[in-house]
């Protein structure tokens, strides 16, 4: 009974990874060290459970042992080749990692991991169907609707302001820096500088861009989702205005 002791392990390994990795949301770091110590003992070299240990460690403040972790899942995940479903779990292994590289100030190493985060989540968009007509009607409703809520004299002050759907951030923005799996995007002259008589022609004009592929992806309920494109939107607007990330964190829309 070899495989099915195994698919056993696997379903258990399985829940106390995803028990774990909720447990972490919720702060409970204790907890979910115990139950990936469980995971560990099981299968100590599953990616799965390397990438929670690497999660684990990097709420902990134990950065180079996050690294560690992150890296022998990602070498872990690439060994086991398919099944396609572990594609997700890799970028999110990727995501965790080349976030770690972004607060050491490591560019070249975060770009890198960044990249493969982009090209697995637009492989794993595709296969999803992301982006469908309905997908696309309801966004730009939940958009269309969050604008109309903005009061004036803002509303007045938007209106040559367009506001584009676009499924993830270009290679190019990603290469910059960018965070692939970021919702929104502010860009150009905000609204001081192009009221500035001193302000000159912008490499990019100003606009708004909600990434709808990482918003569908993020929030499968519909009701979720809407919320927050308002959220991301009204974070975007926020840049507009000349409110850096801190202050319009302190706005709750972050």
């Given amino acids: 009974m070899p495989d099915a002791l195994h698919a056993a392990d696997r379903a258990v390994v399985d829940h106390l990874v995803e028990e774990a990795l909720a447990l972490l949301d919720d702060g409970r770091d204790e907890a979910a060290a115990r139950n990936l110590a469980e995971a560990q003992a099981l299968a100590p070299h599953d990616p799965t459970v390397l990438a929670a240990l690497g999660e684990l460690s990097g709420a902990l403040g134990r950065l180079d042992e996050a690294r560690d972790h992150l890296r ?53 968009h595709r296969r999803a169907g992301l982006g469908s007509r309905r997908d696309l009607a309801l966004v730009e409703r939940a958009t269309a609707q969050a604008l109309d809520r903005i009061p004036e004299p803002f509303q007045a002050r938007l209106r040559n302001v367009p506001v584009v759907l676009e499924p993830r951030p270009s290679i190019e923005l990603v290469r910059e820096g960018f ?40 929030f499968p309920d519909d009701g979720e989702l809407c919320r927050q494109v308002e959220i991301t939107l009204l974070h975007e607007i926020g840049h507009f205005f000349g409110l850096d990330e801190d202050e319009v964190d302190a706005l709750g829309l972050g």
């Fill in 72 to 124: 022998a899942a990602i070498a872990a995940f690439e060994r086991a080749g398919p099944p396609i479903d572990r594609a997700p779990a890799l970028a999110d292994a990727h995501h965790a990692l080349a976030r770690l590289h972004q607060d050491a100030g490591e560019h070249d190493l975060q770009v890198h991991h960044d990249l493969e985060v982009s090209r697995l989540d637009a492989a794993a």
């Fill in 179 to 218: 965070d692939p799996r970021a919702l929104g995007l502010f860009e150009g002259p905000d609204d001081l500088g192009r009221l500035s008589v001193e302000a000159g022609p912008a490499d990019r004009p100003t606009r708004i861009v909600l990434f709808f592929a990482n918003l569908l992806d993020a």
